[in-house]
T-cell receptor, first 116, second 114 residues
Framework: GAVVSQHPSRVICKSGTSVKIECRSL??????MFWYRQFPKQSLMLMAT?????????EQGVEKDKFLINHASLTLSTLTVTSAHPEDSSFYIC????????????FGQGTRLTVV | AQSVAQPEDQVNVAEGNPLTVKCTYS??????LFWYVQYPNRGLQFLLK??????LVKGSYGFEAEFNKSQTSFHLKKPSALVSDSALYFC????????????FGTGTLLAVQP
């Protein structure tokens, strides 16, 4: 299947600093990528839809100024958690689909963010 | 609105026995249904999907799922469970057409005892 690579897999940062997470589609082009957040023992919560060359679409309740998304190319989307706080600690996962609406999404390995 | 329900937080089964992980959905129009598996601290791995055609779908690692339109269900099954199947399983639905969002169920933890 298609490969989506996410980096870093694990990051620890201090409160008030910013952290950037990268999501790359390695063998296909993705005009749309998705960012999810997962709390322990819970399901994935869609945060935003990243659109290549345009602004991301954020889900209700997600602060766009806190979670900056940039989709500058057809193979790369980045999520920057700005001015991180301990409550931002979570598991962040990206996904992308290589084809139309009937194709399955492929997911990155996830990033475990810990804010201390 | 689209929604997915996984009624069981956890399913326990002995190795070698058949397993079923339940999923029901609600969506306008024709559903696109998916099953994913997640191992600890990892992303999701695709198992199988139903888009159209045969109601019984076969996927990776010996898993299969049956689409039942009248019961709006898409239960995941495997004839003989392995200890290595122990993981978190997510059912997801996406409505056809222009909608791109994938909506996930709450997940079911499968524990296979040796």
């Amino acid at each position: 299947g298609a490969v989506v690579s996410q980096h870093p897999s694990r990051v620890i940062c201090k409160s008030g600093t910013s952290v950037k997470i990268e999501c790359r589609s390695l063998d296909f082009q993705a005009t749309t990528m998705f960012w999810y957040r997962q709390f322990p023992k819970q399901s994935l919560m869609l945060m935003a839809t990243s659109n290549e060359g345009s602004k991301a679409t954020y889900e209700q309740g997600v602060e766009k100024d806190k979670f900056l998304i940039n989709h500058a190319s057809l193979t790369l989307s980045t999520l920057t958690v700005t001015s991180a706080h301990p409550e931002d600690s979570s598991f962040y996962i990206c996904s992308a689909r290589p084809g139309g609406s009937g194709t399955e999404a492929f997911f990155g390995q996830g990033t475990r963010l810990t804010v201390v | 609105a689209q929604s997915v329900a996984q009624p069981e937080d956890q399913v326990n089964v002995a190795e070698g026995n058949p397993l079923t992980v339940k999923c029901t959905y609600s969506v306008s129009g024709n559903p696109y249904l998916f099953w994913y598996v997640q191992y600890p601290n990892r992303g999701l791995q695709f198992l199988l999907k139903y888009i159209t055609g045969d109601n019984l779908v076969k996927g990776s690692y010996g898993f299969e799922a049956e689409f039942n339109k009248s019961q709006t269900s898409f239960h995941l099954k495997k004839p003989s469970a392995l200890v290595s199947d122990s993981a978190l399983y997510f059912c997801a639905v996406r409505a056809g057409g222009a909608t791109n969002k994938l909506i996930f169920g709450t997940g079911t933890l499968l524990a296979v005892q040796p």
